[in-house]
């Protein structure tokens, strides 16, 4: 009896552990996309140790790209049949515009989450290198070389365990990335854009290399601190909420937005999925978040509707097109 019970203590402890670290090399790049606008938050955290799904990585690469506003204005023609419809522009102006294909001509698989190798291939695309034609650049599925050679990665080698944290790094590099056939990087496409101006560019590059001195209200887990980053006061709002694609609260242990929320004592939040609050733009989360009495009430809820939508995402992907179901393996079906 005891033996069986340090065996399940040992399995407990490796599953509770089995986290992804981020560094904070990868929080201050996140702060500084953050300020450009090109990456935002749901409020509570980055979420950086989580995973992207196929949809939300594409509406990261399209913001990232500065062409948000072109995205969710657009009524772009895709022949996928199973995009939520929040992702719907995001997706659409990706499809049109040759940086996302799909996995066949109906279907996107939103929902997946997104390899280190998917990821790569659709920022080198949006960067107007090609992988197909008659004389393609690079594979699809094997992009490392190239994303190494243009400054996407440390190392031209696979991530397998890809996360919010690396997109955001692959972000930041892609800012100093060339873009092919032009002479001229990416952030001085967004410059001549207006997506931002070179003192903002500068004021970011200084966050990434020294961090940033005030949170503007994204109260962040510091890794191994336990501790968030500093948040601005005295009010309760928060602008940075308006990060449609992202999963997932954080943990706000050491701080707070500031002020407090609305009251509504006859507010029933249960109607309100994760999936649906995601989709939300920034006015309707901030309004949805009001009705809570206090940020407690919201988190409660926050971190349920999370726990609900992750049990739901019960498979790992292994590579190319293959996913174990881990409830079929746990309910001992595989």
Known sequence: MKR?????????AMLTSFVFAYSDEQVKAADALNELGLF???GTSYDLDNYLTRAQGVTLLVRMMGKEDEASNGNFKTGFTDVPDWAKGYIGYAFVNDITKGVSETSFDPDTNMTDYMFLTLTLRALGY????NDPMFVWNDPYQLAYQVGLISAPAADNDFTRADAVEVFWNALSSPLYGQNKTLSESLVEQDVFTDDELE???TTQREGRKENAGIPIVRPGTGTSGSTSSGSGSNNNTDDKEVIGGGDTSGGTTGGSSGTDSGFDPS???YEEYQALSAEEQQAFFEKFESMEDFMKWHQDAKAEYDAEQD???IGGDTVID???IINGKA
């Open 4 to 12: 069986r019970l340090i065996t399940i203590l040992l399995v407990a």
């Open 40 to 42: 935002l938050g749901t």
């Open 130 to 133: 090609s992988d197909s034609g």
């Open 315 to 317: 498979y790992i992907e």
């Open 271 to 273: 109607g309100m999925t």
């Open 203 to 205: 004021a970011a590059e």
């Open 326 to 328: 881990l409830g079929e």
